[in-house]
């Protein structure tokens, strides 16, 4: 156990090159000894003393949660271990405890490294499971394969779920109403930039198309009511396409029109 913790400290990493030297030459012991926090815990484990929630409550998350693991924890050989059982297997494993400083590399060996072959996120989530452990493993495991490029490149893209398309009966005239429209196009001299195209369900009318100056909601419901609406037949059931809040405007539109 204590050789592959030690391996992993001082895996070298080309990317961490300013980093201090001697800090590669540290073993986990002294690195826990040396963290803020971990010094916190361990002092918990010697004593067996473990404080009032209301004394760590203000603490970072780092110390609230292996608080809530008090029972969990275990000091051998001057190291700080979490007790975990595997779920699937029953077998309880001794999880050396990981610091802030340290868990690139643990992370970096345990995906990024020739032996590592660059496994999923669960399949790394368990490698590293069979050894160490700190709070938020899994959040960071995800985290940081999903930033690998290599594993991005070697993906295939996703595809997108579409809903499948449906058709909408119509159970008779003009109970229903499709709209689109075409542009932008350029001005005419009547300043027209659109085209408001208009399907009737179910009629002989057909489609129908109406210029206008510009797209918003309010312009095109004044022709849908005056030129359709109001003209042929009274509106059952509408519906719109790509038109945001234009029902809205139509049906405002037909109570002011019923009003005079």
Partial sequence: MHDTVNAITRFDDSNDKDDDSEHHDLSLKEIQKNDHDLKIVTKWV????????KDISDKGFF????WNQWNNLELRDGLIYRRFED?????????AIIPLSERKKVLQFSHDDKCSAHLGIHKTLAKIRQSYYW???????RTYINGCDKCAKRKSPQKSKRAPMA????????ERIATDILGELPETESGNKYILVVSLTTTQSGRRAFAMPNMEAKTVAKIIV??????????????QIKA????ACCFKRCVLYSKH
């Fill in 46 to 53: 010697e004593t067996d003393e473990r404080p009032d929630y």
């Fill in 63 to 66: 110390l609230r949660s292996l």
């Fill in 87 to 95: 779920p699937a297997t029953k077998i309880v494993k001794m999880q």
């Fill in 135 to 141: 709070p938020g493993l899994q959040n960071d495991v």
């Fill in 167 to 174: 058709l909408v009966e119509a159970n008779g005239p003009m």
């Fill in 226 to 239: 005056e030129e359709v609406i109001v003209r042929l037949v009274f509106l059952i059931g509408y519906t």
């Fill in 244 to 247: 945001g809040n234009l029902k």
